[in-house]
């Protein structure tokens, strides 16, 4: 396995980062999860922009050009020679000092890691997951805004342990005003008498390009769809539940809460668009 590490292609033993990289001290940097599908990169373009994005706002200088991004994307995938697979791609604010300040820090780092991925078992997507909802809010505009993909997951992360110390995998997150916002990492989604339901962004959730990719299909295939606030009732009484990423596709939920969600399985409408979206990366 071949690692993009600052312009230099090293294996995973040698692929090191200094402990004063501030993506390390303090989860200063962005980064972003990317599909390979058939040798292709998977919505390329939205991932980059994305990322670019996430480091404007930041105030984070990319050390690489887009175009020279993507071609290190397309080397390191070819290195590993990997048709279907997982691309994590890491900007950190770099190596600096102890003290939190970036001026410090006199130049990004780069990371590319190519991987293997698969995240549930196939049978999964036909069954649905089972979910909790937990007590860990998102973080919101007004706080870190939920649109910079940043290195601080920590919210996440206490979301991930929670859903572990309930058995299941992937829970709930709920705003501060008690809206349903994501789950630890990937977008939610409810259809209710035919209507797709997912909450705008606002609400405390990532722009993901799978709910973008969503709601073009929704459009594509004439399901109607609305991006409008919900709270936990709206999910227990939604005939069906499914959350979207980069590394989960598009996963129904069986059931939230100890509530069995329609008849308890991957309902038809998620299943239309899974298949469809299935469709589109192949
Ligand atoms: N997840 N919400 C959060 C908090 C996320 O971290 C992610 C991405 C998503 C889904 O976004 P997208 O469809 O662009 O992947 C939503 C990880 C990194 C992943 O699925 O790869």
Redesign the pocket.
């Known amino acids: 396995q071949w690692i993009y590490l600052n312009g230099d292609y090293v294996t995973k033993e040698n692929a090191k980062v200094s402990v004063y990289d501030h993506g390390f001290l303090y989860g200063d940097g962005i980064?972003?999860?990317?599909?390979i599908y058939n040798g292709n990169i998977f919505k390329c373009k939205?991932?980059l922009d994305?990322l670019y994005d996430s480091a404007r706002s930041i105030m984070l200088d990319i050390p690489l050009s887009y175009e020279d991004m993507q071609a290190a994307l397309v080397e390191t995938i070819r290195r590993n020679g990997l048709r279907d697979g997982?691309i994590r791609l890491i900007v950190s604010r770099g190596p600096g000092n102890l003290g939190l300040d970036p001026k410090r820090c006199p130049s990004a780092w780069v990371v590319i890691i190519v991987e293997q991925l698969a995240i549930y078992p196939e049978e999964a997507y036909r069954s649905g997951l089972v979910s909790v909802s937990v007590s860990q809010r998102r973080n919101i505009p007004d706080a870190l805004n939920?649109k910079i993909?940043s290195l601080n997951?920590l919210n996440?992360i206490l979301v991930k342990i929670q859903a572990n110390l309930a058995g299941v995998g992937e829970a709930i997150m709920l705003n501060a005003q008690g809206y349903v916002a994501?789950?630890?990492?990937?977008?939610i989604f409810i259809i209710k008498q035919g209507v797709v339901y997912t909450p705008p962004c606002y609400i405390g959730?990532?722009?993901?390009?799978?709910?973008?990719?969503i709601m073009e299909l929704c459009a594509r295939l004439g399901y109607k769809l609305k991006e409008e606030p919900f709270t936990l009732h709206d999910v227990y009484v939604a005939d069906e539940v499914f959350f979207?990423?980069?590394?989960?596709e598009v996963i129904a939920v069986r059931e939230v809460d100890g509530r069995m969600i329609g008849k308890g399985e991957a309902g038809p409408i998620t299943t239309h668009l899974l298949e469809e979206f299935r469709k589109i990366v192949d």
Not at 182 to 187: A, K, L, P, T, W
Request: charged share 25%; glycine share 12%.
């Open positions: 980064f972003e999860g990317i599909r939205e991932h994305r997982y939920p993909k997951y996440n994501e789950g630890s990492s990937d977008n959730a990532l722009e993901g390009i799978t709910r973008a990719a979207t990423g980069t590394a989960a």
